[in-house]
């Protein structure tokens, strides 16, 4: 019997792609509550309602503010209790393994059929690791990225925002504007986070993040 009564999160930042998949699960997952987030920041905005109880999250590796991995290791750091599923475009071997290395509960190609789709949330609600047929996962040797998601997942859930702002380009001014903090609790926040991720400046923890990301593609 599949589960009820759920809480979850669509976040991908195609409407046309939430709106199908949502339309898809909700015949097979009864009187669940579907929530959507087009980007990391409402994603965010969903998470700190306390009041709600989520039960899994179906993450797009690419939306605003995400970083490739970044926003999964955001999650499996700051929220270890609510699995998460990658739903990518990204079919290859290395991508679907290291999204199960960094925390993952499963892979769902974005080509998959409804009905994969189905099976898969299932089976990761009753808490088995679901990968695509025919995926051999690969060893993650320490690298350059690895390096760069251990220390972010050093960052407080604060300071990880406050470096996404970083890479969109906003100034110190208006980051503490927008975030309601003074201008000096944002220059601490900054010290911090260059300390966590080994590096100098701005600049410098841009180009850390980014080599979370791939290669970009559409869909």
Known sequence: MKPENLNIIIADDHPLFRNALRHALSSAFLNTQWF??????????????????????????????????????????????????VISAHE???????????????????????????AALEAVLFGDVWLPEGVELQAINEDGTDQVASKLSDLTPQQYKVLQMFAE????????????????????????????????NRTQAVIALQQLEMEKIDL
Do not use: C, W
Not at 176 to 187: H, M, N, P, Q, R
């Open 169 to 200: 380009g906003l100034l110190n001014k208006q980051i503490a504007y927008d975030l309601g903090v003074s201008e000096a609790t944002i220059k601490a926040h900054a010290t911090a986070i260059f300390r966590k991720l080994g590096v100098r």
């Open 36 to 85: 959507e987030a087009d980007s990391a920041d409402a994603l965010q905005n969903l998470l700190d309602n306390k009041d709600i109880e989520y039960d899994v999250v179906l993450l797009d590796l690419q939306m605003p503010g995400s970083h490739g991995y970044s926003t999964l290791i955001h999650l499996r750091t700051h929220y270890q209790e609510l699995p998460v599923v």
């Open 92 to 118: 290859d071997n290395t991508t679907i393994s290291r999204a199960i290395h960094y925390g993952s509960s499963g892979f769902m190609p974005k080509s998959s059929s409804m009905e994969t789709l189905s």
